[in-house]
């Protein structure tokens, strides 16, 4: 009799499971990052001084459930050749095999893999950024600025979130012992228009 029952059971269960599952992906939003209001920028040290870049060229995609973070997700696509430091022959370089390589290795990308809450509208994000063909976890920590419908059916969020990485851990190691630093400093800021 208890095996009959589990027979009638079991498809209900996992019926229910399949529902419940399908309605906790649904809660969480899709927003696309507008590139033209969202910027990816960077610093690192020149001698004794941050020189300061950025990369024009990518596309971002944001999960969010504000009632449960464990929805969250974002990834992004970065497009090497689009980085600008504001110089033309630098930015040369950093294509080159010395550095990004886009020749060969003409994206970065992150996933994100956690999202931990660390306070009201904060984030510790976990993710794999990978950079070279070469992958490594990050943090990033990250601010929800805000949320809400600006108008005409169109609903925003806006973010920032910052980290910092070991470029030799990418192995981008030119330069490392004598005039540039190792340390890049990444700062984000993101406006995402709901799907």
Not at 18 to 29: P, T, V
Not at 56 to 81: G, H, L, M, R
Not at 137 to 158: E, F, H, N, R
């Amino acid at each position: 009799m208890l095996i009959t029952n589990w027979k009638i059971r079991l498809p209900f269960l996992l019926s229910t499971w399949l529902l419940y599952s399908n309605a906790a992906q649904a809660a969480a939003d899709t927003y696309e990052v507008d590139q033209a209001h969202s910027s990816i920028t960077f610093q690192v040290r020149h001698f004794f001084s941050p020189v300061p870049g950025n990369f024009s060229d990518f596309q971002a995609t944001i999960q969010y459930d504000p009632e449960n973070p464990a929805n969250n997700s974002a990834k992004a696509v970065i497009n090497v050749k689009s980085v600008d430091t504001n110089n033309e022959k630098r930015d040369g370089h950093l294509n080159s095999e010395d550095f990004f390589h886009s020749g060969a290795f003409p994206q970065i990308t992150f996933q994100s893999t956690n999202w931990e809450p660390a306070g009201e509208n904060k984030f510790n994000v976990t993710g794999d950024i990978t950079i070279r063909d070469v992958t490594k976890p990050v943090v990033l920590d990250v601010t929800l600025l805000g949320a809400g419908d600006v108008g005409k059916g169109k609903y925003i969020s806006g973010w920032m979130a910052s980290t910092t990485l070991k470029r030799t851990d990418f192995g981008v190691d030119y330069g490392v012992l004598s005039v540039i630093g190792d340390d890049v400093s990444i700062e984000i800021t993101v406006e995402a228009v709901r799907q």
